[in-house]
């Protein structure tokens, strides 16, 4: 084997392990925001967010995180990820709330969801080389 394509193999299995840690943790907040439980409403409301909120801002996370994962649709599902961690970021820093725990942790999932897409396709490596 080659060792460009030794290297080019463990990039792409990082980018999948930075892909799926961050998938996995948004695919969960996400579904628990479709289902609902006590927990998560008296959350959003001490953010300031209305209850009939919870189920479109879960929904569009587990949207952009399925769009994520499909190769084709990687992009796009990474740009809506990034708006979602964009508003949790905003929410984070208007209450006032710790840097490193709550405003710095979403933009962390961003940096696993760019870096793991940059990691795990070639071809928009060399988009972003152009």
Not at 80 to 103: D, E, K, S, Y
Request: net charge positive.
């Amino acid at each position: 084997m080659k060792p460009e394509n030794a290297s080019s193999k463990k990039m792409m299995i990082t980018g999948w392990v930075l892909t799926a840690l961050a998938s996995l943790f948004l695919l969960f907040d996400g579904v628990m925001k479709l289902f609902k439980p006590d927990l998560v409403i008296q959350a959003t409301k001490e953010l300031g967010y209305p209850e009939s909120t919870i189920v479109p801002i879960g929904a569009i996370i587990v949207v952009s995180v399925i769009l994520h994962l499909i190769p084709r649709f990687s992009i796009i599902g990474a740009i809506l990820v990034t708006g979602c961690l964009g508003g949790a970021i905003a929410t984070h820093m208007r209450l006032q709330n710790p840097l490193f725990t709550h405003i710095l942790f979403p933009a962390y999932l961003g940096i696993f969801i760019w870096g793991g897409l940059y990691l795990r396709n070639a071809q928009f490596r060399k988009l972003i080389a152009q």
